[in-house]
T-cell receptor
Framework: ETGVTQTPRHLVMGMTNKKSLKCEQH?????MYWYKQSAKKPLELMFV???????ENNSVPSRFSPECPNSSHLFLHLHTLQPEDSALYLC?????????????FGPGTRLTVL | LAKTTQPISMDSYEGQEVNITCSHN???????ITWYQQFPSQGPRFIIQ???TKVTNEVASLFIPADRKSSTLSLPRVSLSDTAVYYC??????????????FGQGTTLQVKP
């Protein structure tokens, strides 16, 4: 247990569905992150939130919409996804936004888009 | 952030010491060298971080030469459970910088009995 939980752990959705991924951290951290890991590819940073403000958006398509209502919770809202969006989506948190701080990762959500 | 280069894969046997070297030629003054471990279908886990010379914790040692253009992660007496992907990253210090971690392909370590 890393102190970062993600739900659901597995998700299958059609291209017309709308779903949300949830991440919660119990570490008192101020920064949270979304990563995408496709098969046989490196982890890709998608979004960074520091003190509930989005500070990084790595050219992610608008069909992915993050939300950070407070420093403990992070959501990724999904709509009209494509099959190539199937991947492991990982949430992480760190004490603050400094790159050298250790990031604690959740177990991930395995997403399959049909 | 400096790009890192490390071997794609390595094989070892139980009980051996494993050294994984990473090059980061363009490392900047305020960059730290960080290593993460990832098991299949799990998130990465922080192993060790250093700035220069040698750092040791209960899991591994990290050796960094004076020019800091490379680093070596040393895993003493590996076991089957050390089979994983190991990522070398360069991370920038300072709270004004976002926690941007650039993950490369990593090194897939296979430990054999």
């Amino acid at each position: 247990e890393t102190g970062v939980t993600q739900t659901p752990r597995h998700l299958v959705m059609g291209m017309t569905n709308k779903k949300s991924l949830k991440c919660e951290q119990h570490l008192g951290h101020n920064a949270m992150y979304w990563y995408k890991q496709s098969a046989k590819k490196p982890l890709e940073l998608m979004f960074v939130y520091s003190l509930e403000e989005r500070v990084e958006n790595n050219s992610v398509p608008s069909r992915f919409s993050p939300e950070c209502p407070n420093s403990s919770h992070l959501f990724l809202h999904l709509h009209t996804l494509q099959p190539e969006d199937s991947a492991l989506y990982l949430c992480a948190s760190s004490q603050d936004g400094a790159g050298s701080n250790e990031q604690f990762f959740g177990p991930g959500t395995r997403l399959t888009v049909l | 952030l400096a790009k890192t280069t490390q071997p794609i894969s390595m094989d070892s046997y139980e009980g051996q010491e494993v050294n994984i070297t990473c090059s980061h030629n363009n490392i900047a003054t305020n960059d730290y060298i960080t290593w993460y471990q990832q098991f299949p279908s799990q998130g990465p886990r922080f192993i060790i971080q250093g700035y220069k010379t040698k750092v040791t914790n209960e899991v591994a040692s990290l050796f960094i030469p004076a020019d800091r253009k490379s680093s070596t992660l040393s895993l003493p007496r590996v076991s089957l459970s050390d089979t994983a992907v190991y990522y070398c990253l360069v991370a920038r210090a300072g709270s004004s910088n976002t926690g941007k971690l650039i993950f490369g392909q990593g090194t897939t370590l296979q430990v054999k009995p």
